[in-house]
């Protein structure tokens, strides 16, 4: 008899192990994102057809005058830090960040995870590759 019960105990302790396993890194995983996803523009056009999506274009104001994607949400990655606020309804949605070529998205992503955005995706070539693929630009605000 004693096997038997060295077995059962083997077992439940193997189950709760294995539940508190799951339990701990499921919850972990839906609630966390540590990153954000390259993508080009012609991903970038899809993303945006197919999706809900907010677009924020993280340039300039002058820059923003001068030709963005429609619909797209001013907040220069200069003011970011303090004036992501103005989005911050949008923590679990997707996000579309955009700059001129990519650089100053990539930094805009990163204070946005650190501000608890768990959705975003970086343009990589920025708005200069959105124009290069003839993608539309809106020039009125």
């Known amino acids: 008899m004693k096997p038997i019960n060295t077995v059962v105990l083997f077992l439940e ?9 799951f339990f701990t890194t ?5 609630t966390q994102n540590n990153t954000y996803k390259n993508i080009n523009a012609k991903q970038a056009f899809e993303l945006i057809q197919d999706e809900d999506i907010l677009i924020l274009d993280v340039r300039t ?3 923003y005058a001068k030709g963005h994607i429609k619909n ?3 907040i220069p990655v200069q003011v970011l830090n303090t004036d992501y606020i ?3 309804t949008y923590k679990k949605s997707k996000i579309l960040i955009y700059c001129r070529s990519g650089s100053r998205s990539v ?4 204070i946005l995870l650190k501000k608890g955005f768990i959705h975003l995706y970086n343009m990589t070539g920025g708005i200069k590759d959105w124009s290069k693929n003839s993608y539309p630009i809106q ?3």
Do not use: R
């Open 139 to 141: 020039t009125s605000p």
């Open 13 to 21: 302790v193997l189950v709760l192990s294995v539940f508190v396993f």
């Open 107 to 110: 930094t805009a992503s990163k």
């Open 86 to 88: 103005k989005i911050k």
């Open 72 to 74: 797209s949400v001013l």
């Open 26 to 30: 499921g919850c972990s995983n839906a």
């Open 61 to 63: 104001k002058g820059e």
